[in-house]
């Protein structure tokens, strides 16, 4: 591991078993999860506690976001599948032909930090992942209905995770759009989200509503990106296209609201990254003073995480036809 500021710490987990967590600001923890066990890391003596460790039979997400008042860790549990084996060749998504029709029994459960005590608070015969809890408000989380998006008939939910309550956000009752890649907004109330036409015509849509489904806005967007992140709804940024695809886009695009419509995309930088595998998928995110782009690439064959500069918008390049990426 390395730290932004270029001090390496030894941690022989990096290379065993993928470990996947986050920092808690409120605890001043890193929360991670490896080999089904919950950890808690203490940023600045290297100190790890073990809080939680799940049955080695189940498949656990990888979520280690704490709740706003730091007391719990959230994720997914859930039973083996066939299709959990390992593959000759694993690539994005690769196991969704299987989970998505085997509906496992699929739980979200939440980990009290300071006793270790799990309870299951949510749980469906279902693939299920991407569980979100808002920042701000400490029971409220977001997970969805996995698997491939024009099959899935909803996508968002809500959950409380003290009372067990469940939710659509963001209803697809119309069937119209399939929806996808939600997000919290820093105000940990609204939920950002983009979208595209079921039967593959017309323009995407990109949109945002409060967790409760108020204040819905909803716009046409004409531009393509796997992924769309921002801290609000002033500024978006996108990761375009792999590398080598076509069209071929493999640039951290910027959008700007203009009070009507999302204006661009200025182009902010060619990340090269072939999105091959889930570590080179560049999920590029704003820092929380919007100065900056942290976004990951494997452009060396490696993927790593590169921190670029946003400046001032009117001076970035519009992503026009003749913008080509530059591959040699």
Known sequence: LTELQGRSIENERVFDHRPAGAYSAVNHRHYYWWQNGLYELDVDTCEERLVYQAPSDKVLGIHGITSADGRYV??????RVDGDAPTTIDYPYSHFPHLYPSRPLTQVIRVEI??????????DHRFMTHVNLSPTMPDILTFCHEGPWHQVEQ???????QTGATWKIRPQD?????????YWFDDGEHIGYHGRPRDGKGDHVFGYVRWDNSEKVEVRFPFHSFHFASNGHQMIVGDGTRV?????????????WDGERYIGPRVLTMHRSTFNGQHAHCHPRFTPDDKQVLYTSDLTGYSNMYLVEVG???DLPLLTADIKPQLT
């Open 174 to 182: 119309d069937d119209n759009f399939a929806i996808g890649h939600e």
């Open 244 to 256: 080598f695809s076509h069209p071929d886009e493999p640039f951290i695009q910027l959008f700007k």
């Open 312 to 314: 001032d918008f009117e």
């Open 114 to 123: 300071s006793t270790g005590e799990m309870q299951v608070v949510h749980e």
């Open 74 to 79: 959230c994720n997914m549990m859930r039973d």
């Open 155 to 161: 996508r968002i939910w809500g959950l409380n995770i």
